[in-house]
């Protein structure tokens, strides 16, 4: 960009003024940086502005247990303003500067706590959790709150809400993993998603095959005293796919928020929801901007989004020649 230019220029210009010489050579007199100096002095310049400007509202962890991308979630967070820390080991957990932790995720139940048992994460999740402090777990980072899992047998959770993850019901037309746009249903008036009606229309991003059930949601930890377990109702939100009514986002009303998912792939209502999170409520929506505008539906259908899917493939005639195919026939025939 513009801005990116006005910088490689500034840098070159004072190389110039400190005499020096790369590997290019002269020009009438005038030194010049070798290509590969000049693109480190404009990295480093870049690098400066970005720190300066994503990270000026805090610090916020990651804790990125390999099994899954999340870029996406990284330039959400960046995007928000935020300055990116990733947990490197159980310990980080136990660190009082660590005020926000993010925990996202794709793969199989039983993956994702292999991996948390492997790097010792199990036992520095839960107590950070009783801790207090703020935890947003996305997809994954939602169903491991469960004790366990049907798509794996016998792997524990971390125990934090009662219940086993359910597979959706195959049915006839029915397809499974649930993918794509779909509504939700807030279940409370005060939570994270305010203000409420933005976020009853709002589309949002799932892809996943195993569910939270309505009836679950009960706060479990066991490693928090009698006195602060209240067993107390944790849905706050709520999706259906087909006949199947699932867990969308649940909440203690305190420090977890998990939501089942992807706010970072959910557009402006999305990354909203994310920013409520991260600044604790005072944000766009919080301050009673409406996201009605972004989010472009006002039917109220709790319901999956119907989708346009453009495909192209390359298959073989009778001839044997390869023929690009358009659509989701491939009838390579040519007409008579």
């Known amino acids: ?80 303003g935020y300055t990116i820390r990733d947990v490197e080991s159980p310990k980080d957990l136990g660190r009082a500067e660590v005020e926000k932790l993010v925990f996202p995720g794709v793969g199989a139940f039983g993956s994702a706590m292999g991996e948390l048992n492997r790097r010792g994460y199990v036992e520095a999740l839960r107590e950070y959790i009783k801790s207090d402090r703020p935890f947003f777990g996305i997809c994954i980072g939602m169903q491991v709150l469960y004790e366990g899992s049907e798509e794996s047998d016998g792997v524990e ?51 996943h095959s195993y569910h939270g059930v ?45 939501t089942q998912f992807h706010p970072e792939k959910s557009g402006a209502v999305g990354l909203s929801l994310m920013d409520n999170f991260l600044s604790a409520g005072e944000s766009q929506a919080a301050r009673g901007q409406s996201l009605a505008s972004a989010t472009g539906d006002e039917s109220g259908d709790l319901s999956l989004a119907k989708r346009v899917i453009a495909c192209l493939d390359v298959r073989s005639n009778d001839n044997g020649d390869l023929v690009v195919t358009k659509g989701d026939q491939y009838d390579v025939r040519e007409a008579k």
């Open 1 to 80: 960009g513009r801005a990116e230019r006005e910088e490689r220029e500034r840098a070159l210009r004072a190389m110039r003024g400190k005499g020096c010489c790369g590997a290019r050579g002269r020009t009438e007199g005038r030194t010049f940086p070798s290509r590969a100096t000049a693109r480190k002095e404009h990295q480093g310049t870049r690098r400066a502005r970005c720190r300066a400007s994503k990270g000026d509202k805090g610090e916020v962890w990651l804790l990125d247990y390999g099994a899954g991308n999340v870029r996406s979630i990284r330039n959400a967070i960046k995007y928000l």
């Open 157 to 207: 959770g971390l125990g934090v809400l009662k219940g086993v993850v359910k597979k959706f019901d195959s049915a006839p037309g029915k397809p499974v993993p649930h993918i794509g746009w779909n509504t939700i249903t807030v279940e409370k008036e005060k939570s994270l998603f305010i203000p409420k009606e933005d976020y009853q229309d709002a589309r949002l991003y799932f892809v």
């Open 214 to 258: 309505e009836a679950q949601p009960n706060f479990v930890n066991p490693t928090a005293s009698s006195s602060s377990c209240d067993d107390q109702d944790w849905l706050l939100a709520q999706g259906k796919y087909y006949d199947d009514r699932f867990v969308a986002a649940v909440s203690n009303g305190s420090n977890v928020f998990a």
